[in-house]
T-cell receptor, first 113, second 116 residues
């Protein structure tokens, strides 16, 4: 399939290390923040979400941190595996509406053995 | 199948041709979204359906773009008189409800449109 992230910033990590992917957002009126993973030739896949009234949420091997003061969102992946190699997008849902996603810029994660 | 499917996966059109892109969402999902993804960019919202009703078409770039979901299931995105700037991957996604808390959208693999 075609490459999604030809011109995206790249984070290179060694297999087994922890990865931290960052995202800045601009809208203060968002209800939810979500991370999606997109592999080459595929559509985005939901990873984890966090509501705007929380600052941390953990999933399986992933943690999302939300800092509303500086409008910053991060995704931490523990013990990164080759299968984690993909482009990661943050997205937000504006409050008062329906579940329309507004995607931010992506980051390519490259995991090296 | 359990997921969202889209067809065709690849489409090459000559400038000025009309194209139709199909999306089969997950059965029973109320919400259906179309996104446009340019190379190296995140998906950008085009339009939204709640069942058969098109409630938001604010992202459609021009009146050459038209979408429908007549029976509240399958959706078609039509682009008339295609231009080179329409070249992109068109993604369809569905979700069970329209609630902001239901933010897990299930995406299809996309249709890559190339306009020559």
């Amino acid at each position: 399939g075609e490459s999604v992230g030809l011109h995206l910033p790249t984070l290179s990590v060694q297999e087994g290390d922890n990865s931290i992917i960052n995202c800045a957002y601009s809208n203060s009126a968002s209800d939810y923040f979500i991370w999606y993973k997109q592999e080459s030739g595929k559509g985005p896949q939901f990873i984890i979400d966090i509501r705007s009234n929380m600052d941390k949420r953990q999933g399986q091997r992933v943690t999302v941190l939300l800092n509303k003061t500086v409008k910053h969102l991060s995704l931490q992946i523990a013990a990164t595996q080759p299968g984690d190699s993909a482009v990661y997008f943050c997205a937000e849902i504006i409050s008062g509406g329906y579940n329309k996603l507004i995607f931010g810029a992506g980051t390519r994660l490259a995991v090296h053995p | 199948g359990a997921g969202v499917s889209q067809s065709p996966r690849y489409k090459v059109a000559k400038r000025g041709q009309d194209v139709a892109l199909r999306c089969d969402p997950i059965s029973g999902h109320v919400s259906l979204f179309w996104y446009q993804q340019a190379l190296g960019q995140g998906p950008e919202f085009l339009t939204y359906f709640q069942n058969e009703a098109q409630l938001d078409k604010s992202g459609l770039p021009s009146d050459r773009f038209f979408a429908e979901r007549p029976e509240g299931s399958v959706s078609t995105l039509k682009i008339q008189r295609t231009q080179q700037e329409d070249s992109a991957v068109y993604l369809c996604a569905s979700s069970r409800t329209r609630e902001p808390s239901d933010n897990e959208q299930f995406f299809g693999p996309g249709t890559r449109l190339t306009v020559l």
